[in-house]
């Protein structure tokens, strides 16, 4: 019984994870919508916004793409903030992108991005406040604390 | 009509302001008409080659003018001093100076090549002149393997490419016999008669009693008189 | 005139040839960095290598990216050492070290 | 036709007058070309090969230090290091050092423990316990084929056989030359390593930027190890085979020297002869930069022909006949010497740098000790 239980959860996570929306990855000519820049070189940074239409935008960085985000809608964009799926951010650990509900973002730190000063996304609280020791982050904040004043300046 | 070479108290001092400071032309006044031969005169030593170099612009004079043709030359600067040169003289040395690895056609070119002429012109004018001088067939020897008196023509052959008007020879008979002497003597008359203005220095009697010798003068310790 | 142009001639030779060569090299490369250079990653990868086997007289020639702090002229892991001494004087050899052999198959 | 080229053409024929001195000089200008451009290019090629192989090493390496000396680290180190964020999978590697007194080679013993097979290799790796695998460089060093047995003599003085059950293959020479590969549990016993310890620990680390960062942290907690970041190894590399540090500036800088005194030989050593024709020449109507023009063209002539077949040489030398006159420079008492497959890494501006620091001085070397006796005047020569 037990066993069929756990087969039964098994199959439910795994059937979640297939469900759930997926981020593509970028192929070489994709640009930044924010800044312009290419993505492909710096994959470490990559975060995207994944769109209900299925539609995916990149960005070279946590910066630009909170940018983006809370400039919703734009002059080039009509989709607001509902429209979205999912964001994704390359958490800076394991270089892997995950949702943003996972992950902290680390401000102030001494390690800077493609664009310069960056918010760093860490999974896990306990990783979030290794990463801030080492390298003199100020502030940790989760995803739903973001407000625009936050978003490092360049 | 103003005589070719006009020369005006020309004054010629080496290494100056030195201990070996050596006077070799003072006060030098003549000049020479177009189409005239004229002979220097005098002991080595006296000054006759230095009048030479200065007609021949291969090198300044300390003091005084000279005039070839209606160009005052004597403080042109040296790339000029080179065209005038290459335009206006031959020269037959008294060493020949030739370069002896190469061939006769290679040594009598040598003259044209700062020149900007055509190839074809270049070669025209090589032929006339080894026909003139009888080298036709010895063109692509080395200088090195003919006779004396063919490295003679040669040397005249390189001093009449520039088609020059004036020809300048320092003791050209000094290394020759008698027959050669007799030879070149004859070319330079033929070379008077086209019309070249010819500047000898010698103290070969043979040479400055020849009838194609207009004017004579002597030279002694840099001074130029007029001979008798 | 000639000369000249036998001179030129050559010239033109040797630089074609020379790019010639340059060139293949290049396809060489790109060949060999889109077949063997990967190979070989993932070999180095697998077995964990750290070094290339170039020299293997001693252990800071083998692998001079891990050698001893200590050894001599070594500043960082892998400043050239023991030049010119190395590439003159070869090791002693020692008594009753142990040597390397091999057996045939077959062979008792 | 220009004057330039008259004088190009006069200056090729007064060089063919010289044949023997000029082709001496040719000569020696392209030996030291090739022998400079040899160098330029084996190193580059080896670097280029360790900068693309090495890319796959362990992001890092822990080594574990007693009084100063490398040490076994003990297992446990793995765990520690393990828990750090950004670690990936940490691997204890077993691996030592086995001399052949005979050959005067040290070869590398390696235990593997992943049996899966790696790429260039004939044959399979080691599973059971008397098993080996071989690098190529000793297969033909000793004439040994796979099915032959390797017999060691382990550090408790026993002789121990291990059939031969693969072979890399000669692509991989530059890696795996002199390595022995033996089941790690069998090294174990061979060296007599106790179970809880390793050589060293290979760290993954998933985002490269943070390997300097973990490397403090791992030094800080444990204070007697030593990491090496694979950006250091990559290093290692670049600097043992740049062209103008270490080992390779001192071939450089010698042969270079040597080439200056031929220059310098060349320069001083203007003959009475040669003299004489520049004051002939300008005294039939050269000008002094035809001289100089004329000096030019001899320089440049000698130079560039002899660069150009000096660097075509060096290419044939290192990527056609492998290295075969350089490499025992350069392999010192190796006896293993890995034989040199090189892909051809070439750098265009150091091939340019080259021609600079050859050509150049070379045309210099002509010219300037003419121009005094193209700037007097030609008057002396109708007085010799």
Known sequence: ?154 | MAALIQAHTLSKIYNRHQADEVRALSEVTFSVEAGEAVVLQGPSGSGKTSLLSLIGCMTRPTSGQLRIGEKEVSRLPEPFLARVRRETFGFIFQQLNLLRDLSVLDNILLPLYPADLKTAEMHSRAERVLEQLNLLEKQRMKVAQLSGGEQQRVAIARALINQPEIIIADEPTAHLDSTLSKELLVILEHLKKDGKTIVFATHDPYVYQHRLVDRRFSMHDGVLRKAE | MQRSLAFGAYLLFSSLLLALLLYSGRQQADTVAEHYFPANRQLVKQLGLTDLSIWSEARYTRHPSQADLFTAFQDYPGAFDHFPAGSIIGPGCLQGSPSLSFQKRGQP | MSARLKILEHALASMARRKQKNFAIIAVYTLTVATLASILFLTQALRNEAANVLLGAPDLVVQRLLAGHHDLIPKQYAEQIAKLPGVGKVTPRVWGYYYDSLKKVNFTLLGVNDASEPPLLAGHLPTSGRQCALGRGIADTYGVEIGDSLVLVDSKNRTLLYEITGLFSHQSSLLTNDLILLPEAELRRFFALPDSQASDLAVQVYNEQEVSTLAKKIKHQLPDTRPIGKMEILHTYDTVFNWRSGIMLTIFSSALIAFCILAWDKATGISAEEKREIGILKAIGWETSDVLLLKFWEGLAVSLSSFLLGTIIAYLHIFFFGAGVLGPVIQGWSVLFPKFDLTPAIDLYQIFALAGLTIIPYIACTVIPSWKNAVTDPDSVMRS
């Open chain 1, 1 to 154: 019984m037990r066993i069929l239980i756990y087969l039964l959860l098994c199959l439910l996570l795994f059937s979640s994870s297939c469900f759930a929306k997926q981020p593509q990855q970028p192929d070489k000519k994709e640009r930044c919508p924010v800044c312009g820049m290419f993505i492909s070189p710096y994959r470490d940074w990559m975060g995207t916004i994944l769109f209900k239409d299925d539609s995916q935008l990149f960005f070279d960085g946590a910066k630009d793409l909170f940018r983006y985000y809370f400039s919703l809608p734009n002059k080039n964009d009509s989709r607001t903030r509902d429209d979205i799926a999912e964001i994704y951010l390359t958490d800076y650990y394991s270089v892997r992108l995950l949702p943003v509900n996972q992950l902290f973002l680390v401000l102030g730190s001494d390690v800077s991005g493609p664009m310069g000063h960056e918010m760093i996304p860490v999974t896990g609280e306990e990783a979030a406040k290794t990463f801030a020791k080492d390298h003199n982050g100020q502030k940790i904040i989760s995803f739903e604390q973001l407000t625009p004043q936050l978003i490092p300046k360049d």
